[in-house]
Each structure stands twice: as structure tokens, then as C-alpha cells.
């Protein structure tokens, strides 16, 4: 039977490549929705020119009109048994904040702030809470949330920060609820994309982030998932232990390098995060808070809010 899986924020970036992967490469069924209508026309039609076998149901939606989202779920629950898979990768916040780097959080606009919170952290919420009802029923079912290590660290910007610290969170306290009936929730942690709006220096393509997903849903057995339920997750560890890698990478040279740069920042997830801990420094700001780290996010320009 044919998988069903539904992919936030499918214009662009780790969303785009989500569905894409998931469509060309796994076969699903993939509603993918965002609010640019000719994006997800064009992601439709590099799927179905491709030699895979899934489909892209390209679906207009804003995730700021919680009405509009209702209808939405309402339309797939109503002609389809089941949701196998939810991905939340829709996010504002990138792009809200690029403008403003180099400044203090008051000397930015409240918007900055809206931006990472509404669609990121509250529509991943509304959209999950949404979809739940139909994963409970069928007692199956994986919500992944795309957060980031700014979750555990100071990272660009306040509220950049609090929503992927939120974000982190959703899925352990959505797991809690959800464990009984076999249905998990897991955050990914990308580190640092390399998209429409990103260029970080070795950055995950979207396809590989994509790969990651399609392996915690295809590959991923009982075990692991379990083990795996409401815990934040490594894409460089997943394609270490599942065997995918970015186009071009065939020896995991590219990948080795992505797992010793997560040293550190497993590290410090691995331990009391620092706002628990009275001995912990704070971090520097300007560390991240500046213009050269502006210079990572060019493409968010060419975005509107």
C-alpha cells in the first residue's frame, strides 16, 4: 500500500527536498504545502518527469489561517485510510531575521521574533494536533519537526533560539502523550543547509535531510524508533547509521567531516544545557550575531515574510 505523507513549507529548501525525496526515491503519496503556488507546481512536475514512482499533491496553504489548515487535513483524512508521515519543516524565522543581524534583540522589530514563533513553532503545533487524531486511530504514525542546534545554544537571534528550543520540546512532550499509542515524534537537527536561502560552508542539501526522513520511516526498525521517540536526532549520525549520503559523496568523505564538526554540539546537548546549570557561562552573542553569519543567508532576500 501506497504511503501518505504530508510536507510543510514544500517551496523551498529542506521541505522542497523532503517531499521530493520522499515522492522520487520512496514512493509516497506527498501532499506538500506552502503558499507559493507555482514552487510547489514546479516540484510536482520535476517529480513526475522523474523515474520514481510516488506522487506530489501540490496544496496552496497558509499556515498562519488555522481555518484554511482545518479544511486542509479534513480534505486528506476524508480520501485517504491513513497518514503515514508528517514533516513540519515551514519556518519564517531565517528569513525574518536577516535583515536585523548585528542588533540587539530590542532593536529589532517584534516581527522577528512572530517570525520564527508563528509558522514554525505554533503552525507545527496546529498542523500536528490536526493530524493526530488519524495516527492515534490507525495506532501508526511519525511527526518529525525540522529544528536546529540553535535549540540547545545561543544561535543568531532570540527568538530564533526560543523556537527551535520550543520546537525541541513539542516533540518530547507530543511523544509523552503519544507513546501509548504507537505513534512517535522526533526532531532533526540539519547543521546548516546549503538551499535557496543558505550557504553554509559544507551545508546539507535539501535531498539529504530528505534522505534522512525517508530513513527514519522506511529503514528505521521498532527499536530504534522507540528508542528514538520524542528525542532530538542527528542527520549526519542517521546517514552514518543507515547508509544514505549527499549526491557525489560515495566513500562518506563529506559526511565523516559533518560528524566531527557535530562534536561539540553533541557535547553540549549531551549535558545540563546551561540555562540549568548555575557553573555554565553564558555564550557571546557577537559570536553568531553579526554580519560575516549574514553573509550565510544571501537567499533570503529574494523572500518576503
Do not use: C
Not at 490507525?138 to 530564533?160: C, E, H, P, R
Not at 513539542?170 to 546549503?194: I, K, Y
Not at 545540563?272 to 533570503?300: H, I, M, V, W
Amino acid at each position: 500500500m501506497t504511503k501518505i505523507a504530508i510536507v510543510t513549507g514544500a517551496s523551498r529548501g529542506f521541505g522542497r527536498g523532503t517531499a521530493r525525496v520522499l515522492a522520487t526515491e520512496g514512493a509516497y503519496k506527498v501532499y506538500a504545502t506552502a503558499r507559493t503556488k507555482s514552487a510547489l507546481e514546479s516540484l510536482k512536475k520535476e517529480v513526475d518527469d522523474s523515474t520514481g514512482s510516488g506522487e506530489i499533491i501540490p496544496i496552496v496553504l497558509d499556515q498562519n489561517d488555522d481555518a484554511a489548515v482545518s479544511n486542509f487535513v479534513e480534505r486528506v483524512t476524508s480520501s485517504e485510510e491513513k497518514i503515514d508521515l508528517l514533516v513540519n519543516s515551514a519556518y519564517a524565522g531565517l528569513i525574518a531575521m536577516t535583515p536585523h543581524f548585528g542588533k540587539p534583540f530590542w532593536e529589532r522589530p517584534i516581527s522577528v521574533f512572530d517570525g520564527s514563533m508563528n509558522i514554525g513553532v505554533r503552525s507545527s503545533y496546529v498542523m500536528t494536533k490536526l493530524v493526530a487524531p488519524t495516527m492515534v486511530k490507525a495506532k501508526n504514525g511519525l511527526i518529525v519537526q525540522i529544528s536546529s542546534w540553535g535549540g540547545f545554544t545561543y544561535v543568531f537571534d532570540v527568538g530564533y533560539g526560543v523556537a527551535h528550543a520550543a520546537m525541541d520540546r513539542l516533540s518530547f512532550d507530543m511523544a509523552t502523550e503519544l507513546q501509548e499509542h504507537n505513534v512517535r515524534a522526533v526532531t532533526l537537527h540539519p547543521s546548516g543547509g546549503q538551499t535557496e536561502v543558505t550557504e553554509f560552508p559544507d551545508g546539507e542539501t535539501p535531498s539529504y535531510v530528505g534522505r534522512s526522513i525517508l530513513a527514519l520511516s522506511d529503514k528505521a526498525d521498532d527499536n530504534f524508533l522507540k528508542k528514538a521517540n520524542g528525542k532530538t536526532l542527528f542527520t549526519a549520525e542517521l546517514a552514518n547509521q543507515f547508509g544514505f549520503s549527499e549526491d557525489g559523496d560515495n566513500g562518506h568523505v563529506l559526511n565523516q567531516t559533518r560528524l566531527e564538526g557535530l562534536k561539540p554540539f553533541k557535547e553540549i546537548s549531551a549535558t545540563r544545557l546551561a540555562q540549568y546549570n548555575l557553573e555554565a557561562a553564558l555564550p557571546k552573542a557577537s559570536d553568531t550575531n553579526n554580519l560575516e553569519f549574514a553573509g550565510l543567508f544571501p537567499g533570503a532576500k529574494n523572500f518576503k515574510t
